[in-house]
């Protein structure tokens, strides 16, 4: 049975640091990419970060990047994200996605709230 369980969210303040996690089993984790998206009240899912299978390339959405980092352990089965000087409008449900071609599975989110 495929399953994707994030962790690690919670309240956090503007400026502090936070790292969420996904617990992948089920599937071969290694060959798949790994994705981290969010969606905030009102709005629409969006990309956060994405990494390769084998964790040699990363991309990152623009409103994240220099703050966010994406990382994966094949060992382990698990992805992580870590948010570095979190924003009041980082505060988002965060999932997390395995691809590979066709072939995409999804958690069911974490919660991150920022605010003071």
């Known amino acids: 049975q495929v399953q994707l369980v994030e962790s690690g969210g919670g309240l956090v303040q503007p400026g502090g640091s936070l790292r969420l996690s996904c617990a992948a089993s089920g599937f071969t984790f290694s060959t798949y990419a790994m994705s981290w998206y969010r969606q905030a009240p009102g709005k629409e899912r969006e990309l956060v970060a994405r990494?390769?299978?084998?964790?040699?390339?990363?991309n990152y959405a623009d409103s994240v990047k220099g703050r966010f980092t994406i990382s994966r352990d094949n060992a382990k089965n698990t992805a992580y994200l870590q948010m570095n000087s979190p924003k009041p409008e980082d505060t988002a449900v965060y999932y997390c996605?395995?691809?590979?071609?066709?072939?995409?599975?999804w958690g069911k989110g974490t919660l991150v709230t920022v605010s003071s």
């Open positions: 990494i390769t299978s084998a964790g040699d390339s990363t």
């Open positions: 996605k395995a691809k590979m071609g066709f072939i995409a599975y």
